[in-house]
C-alpha cells in the first residue's frame, strides 16, 4: 500500500473513532470512577495521538529532495512511525499500569457499573468499524500471505499499524467490560485494577511488536523479492552487460526505492555505448518499478568485485 490516499482514509477513520471513543470513555470514568475505564480513555487519546503522528508523517515523507536531503524525506515516515510505538507503551501502557495498581492498593467501588456498560458497547462498534475499515485496505495488498507474515514484509506502517492499534482497541474493551461485570457481580473493585493491568500488559505487548516492525524499516530494509528478481532481470537483459554482480535495495518510504547496481559491461563497449545501456537499463526499471527513485549504476569487472571481497572481511 502506498502512503497516499488508502493509508490517509484508515487514519482518518480511525482518528474520528478514537476522538469520539476517548470523549465517552472519560466521561464515563469521570461518572462511574472506573479504573479500567480510564485506561481506556488514556488508551483512545493516546491511539487519536498517533494518528496525528502518522498524518504528520505521511506528509513530511512526501517532500521532495533538497540539498541537505539528497534521498528525500522518506524515512520520516518510518521514523514517526517508531515515535507512535513508544507513546503506546510510555503513555498507553504505562498510565495504564499506574492507574491498576492504584486502585489495587486503594481499591474504588464502580459506582453506575451500568454507565460503563453502555459506553463500552458504544466504543465498540466505533472500533470495529475502524477495524474494519483497516482490515479490507490491508487485504488489498496483503494478497495470499498470512497476516503475520503480510506485516512483516510491509514497508507501509500506517497500514498495518492502524490494524494493531484497532485490534488492541478492541481486545482493550473486552477487559474492561469483564473487569467492570467482575468486580461489580463479585463486590471485589479491586478487579477493576487487575483490568487495568490487563490492558497495560496488552499496549506493551502491542508497542513491543509495533517497535520491532517499525526500528527495521528505519535502519533499512530491501526491496521485495520480485522486485529484487525484475531489476537483475532487466539489467541482465541489456546487450552489452556480461554479468549482474551485486544489487543492494532499501526503502526510504513505501514508495520510494533506491536501488545500486554493480556491473560487468563487455570490455569493447566504448564509453558513450555504456552510457547509453546504463540510461536504457534505468529507463525500464522506472518505467516497471515506478518506486525506485533512485538508481546508482557501476561498472565493475568480476574480478575487481572478487579481489575487493576477499580484501573486505568480516571482524
Known sequence: MATG????????????????????KFAAAAWTGSSAMLSEGVHSVVDTSNQILLLYGISRSAKPRDGEHPLGYGRELYFWSFIVALLIFSLGAGVSFYEGIAHILTPVRISDPFVNYIVLAVSFVFEGTTFWIALKEFNKVRGSLGYFEAVTRSKDPPSFLVLFEDSAALIGIVIAFVGTLAADRLAMPVLDGVASIGIGILLTATAIFLARESK????????RGHTIRSIRRIAAEQPGVEQVNDLVTVHLAPDQVVAAL????????????IENAVATIERRIRGLHPEVVSIFVKPQSSSTREQRTQTIKPA
Open 216 to 223: 527495521g524499516l528505519l535502519i533499512g530494509e530491501g526491496a
Open 5 to 24: 490516499s488508502a493509508s490517509r482514509k484508515v487514519i482518518y477513520a480511525a482518528l474520528a473513532g478514537n476522538l469520539l471513543v476517548a470523549l465517552t
Open 262 to 273: 554493480s556491473l560487468e559491461f563487455r570490455d569493447a563497449l566504448t564509453t558513450p555505448e
